[in-house]
């Protein structure tokens, strides 16, 4: 059963231009939303993160808006560079418990 | 620096075969994971420990068996291995208690099981 859903797979943006990200979530009791970053052959790395008493967090070019009605959050890269391309997984959690993942969308950024 | 590391980065083993795949942090935190990424390339938690003590166990085969010498280290031990177990695992680390934490990533260990 999984908890958390990446529904597109791959995403192609032209540079300067925004990604959008999408992440769907079944489980009510995530409190804690998390994006990683992964290139090839490395593991994956922490990005962004929001609580669900936000709706919104901004970091520099990134910014991640959580829809907990829909529970549905998105994760805004703008401007995209190249350097941005990679494999990109939304993850959930409640309280201290275990990360769920999403199963990723690959980001192209195109120059 | 490598925050966290993990021996081998590229298995490959006949089924049957028992195997180590060793993991090691350097960030000084208390709970540790392995995580499984399969051909779907779901990301699904195996096991994680604090403090040496296995706090959760999700539902993989005892054929898993994770280890911890100390608090730096997280070994994942698999006995006869089979076609299945093929996949990515990645060792994690995070300091639990300190607010948000965040988890801490090794480059994976790629098994093939023949």
């Known amino acids: 059963d999984q908890q958390v859903k990446q529904n597109s797979p791959s995403l192609s943006v032209q540079e300067g231009r925004i990604s959008i990200l999408n992440c769907d979530y079944t489980n009510s009791m995530f409190d804690y939303f998390l994006w990683y970053k992964k290139y090839p052959a490395e593991g994956p790395t922490f990005l962004i993160s929001?609580?669900?008493?936000?709706d919104k967090n901004e970091d520099g070019r990134f910014t991640v808006f959580l829809n907990k009605s829909a529970k549905h959050l998105s994760l805004h890269i703008v401007p995209s560079q190249p350097g941005d391309s990679a494999v990109y997984f939304c993850?959930?959690?409640?309280?201290?418990?275990?990360?769920?993942f999403g199963t990723g969308t690959r980001l192209t950024v195109i120059p | 620096d490598t925050a966290v590391s993990q021996t081998p980065k590229y298995l490959v083993t006949q089924m049957g075969n028992d195997k180590s795949i060793k993991c090691e942090q350097n960030?000084?935190?208390?709970?540790m994971y392995w995580y499984k990424q399969d051909s779907k390339k779901f990301l699904k938690i195996m096991f994680s420990?604090?403090?040496?003590?296995?706090?959760i166990n999700e539902t993989v085969p005892n054929r898993f068996s994770p280890k911890s010498p100390d608090k730096a280290h997280l070994n994942l031990h698999i006995n006869s291995l089979e076609l299945g177990d093929s996949a990515v695992y990645f060792c994690?680390?995070?300091?639990?208690?300190?607010?948000?934490?965040?988890?801490?990533f090794g480059p994976g260990t790629r098994l093939l099981v023949l």
């Open positions: 994690a680390s995070s300091q639990v208690g300190q607010g948000r934490e965040t988890q801490y």
């Open positions: 993850a959930a959690r409640t309280g201290a418990n275990n990360l769920f």
């Open positions: 960030l000084g935190h208390d709970t």
């Open positions: 420990y604090n403090n040496k003590e296995l706090i």
């Open positions: 929001i609580s669900s008493i936000k």
